[in-house]
């Protein structure tokens, strides 16, 4: 699924950085735990474009995407930043070295069997007393374009579960299919206790307002290790 999902990315690097040019609102909630002087890795980064989330603070900064496309959107649209490519299930980074760890829909990218392997390699890099600032994609919205009720089976690629959800890039001229796995809150907050993490907010959201599974657009969590 990673290498899947790796490919398509790098297909349609170009294209999918247009498609994300600012921060939604959802994400904002984020920066009242991001400090001046935070050392913060951007866990999945793709285009860079969560830099201007902290573009108020001096942090130092570090975007980490296993696409090399969209690590080169990043490089040009923010010079002064530092990127790297590397595959989050096998990070190589100094542990307990990081104040926060930002993850937006990155870990609904991972298929069950890899998610425990994800989070212990976000807890070795983050301080003890560190925060995980995640967003998911909400599967479960009833009218969402990419859910567990629409699938679209025009690439052929199977589901081994009925939380694996298959998308396609339709405005190239390939098909270009990507993995999502349908977390709900609560699945995401028990994942992050069993690892050692005090959940300090958890909500479905839609456009920066709180509300259900079936109408979200993202779930938000906020955790930190205790």
Same mark, same amino acid.
């Given at each position: 699924?990673?290498?899947?999902?790796?490919?398509?990315?790098?297909?349609?690097?170009?294209?999918?950085?247009?498609?994300?040019?600012?921060?939604?609102? %959802?994400?904002?909630?984020?920066?009242?735990?991001?400090?001046?002087?935070?050392?913060?890795? %951007?866990?999945?980064?793709?285009?860079?474009?969560?830099?201007?989330?902290?573009?108020?603070?001096?942090?130092?900064?570090?975007?980490?995407?296993?696409?090399?496309?969209?690590?080169?959107?990043?490089?040009?649209?923010?010079? %002064?930043?530092?990127?790297?490519?590397? =595959?989050?299930?096998?990070?190589?980074?100094?542990?307990?070295?990081?104040?926060?760890?930002?993850?937006?829909?990155?870990?609904?990218?991972?298929?069950?069997?890899?998610?425990?392997?994800?989070?212990?390699?976000?807890?070795?890099?983050?301080?003890?007393?560190?925060?995980?600032?995640?967003?998911?994609?909400?599967?479960?919205?009833?009218?969402?374009?990419?859910?567990?009720?629409?699938? =679209?089976?025009?690439?052929?690629?199977?589901?081994?579960?009925? !939380? %694996?959800?298959?998308?396609?890039?339709?405005?190239? =001229?390939?098909?270009?299919?990507?993995?999502?796995?349908?977390?709900?809150?609560?699945?995401?907050?028990?994942?992050?206790?069993?690892?050692?993490?005090?959940?300090? !907010?958890?909500?479905?959201?839609?456009?920066?307002?709180?509300?259900?599974?079936?109408?979200?657009?993202?779930?938000?969590?906020?955790?930190?290790?205790?």
């Amino acid at each position: 699924m990673i290498k899947q999902n790796k490919n398509s990315y790098d297909q349609t690097a170009k294209m999918f950085s247009s498609s994300r040019r600012y921060v939604w609102p %959802d994400l904002l909630v984020f920066q009242n735990y991001i400090k001046e002087g935070d050392k913060l890795l %951007d866990l999945g980064c793709g285009n860079g474009r969560l830099v201007d989330l902290v573009k108020d603070l001096k942090v130092d900064y570090l975007g980490v995407d296993n696409s090399q496309g969209l690590i080169d959107c990043a490089a040009k649209s923010f010079p %002064d930043k530092n990127f790297q490519v590397q =595959d989050a299930l096998n990070l190589d980074l100094a542990e307990n070295s990081f104040d926060a760890v930002l993850c937006v829909s990155v870990l609904n990218h991972i298929e069950k069997e890899n998610q425990q392997q994800f989070i212990e390699n976000i807890k070795k890099v983050l301080k003890p007393d560190g925060v995980l600032l995640l967003s998911n994609w909400n599967m479960w919205n009833i009218k969402g374009k990419k859910s567990v009720w629409k699938q =679209d089976k025009s690439a052929g690629l199977k589901r081994t579960s009925y !939380k %694996d959800v298959w998308t396609i890039w339709k405005s190239t =001229d390939n098909k270009v299919p990507l993995y999502y796995y349908a977390f709900t809150k609560r699945e995401l907050n028990k994942l992050l206790r069993q690892n050692g993490f005090k959940i300090i !907010k958890s909500y479905y959201t839609k456009k920066g307002k709180k509300t259900n599974m079936f109408h979200a657009e993202n779930i938000i969590t906020v955790a930190k290790l205790y």
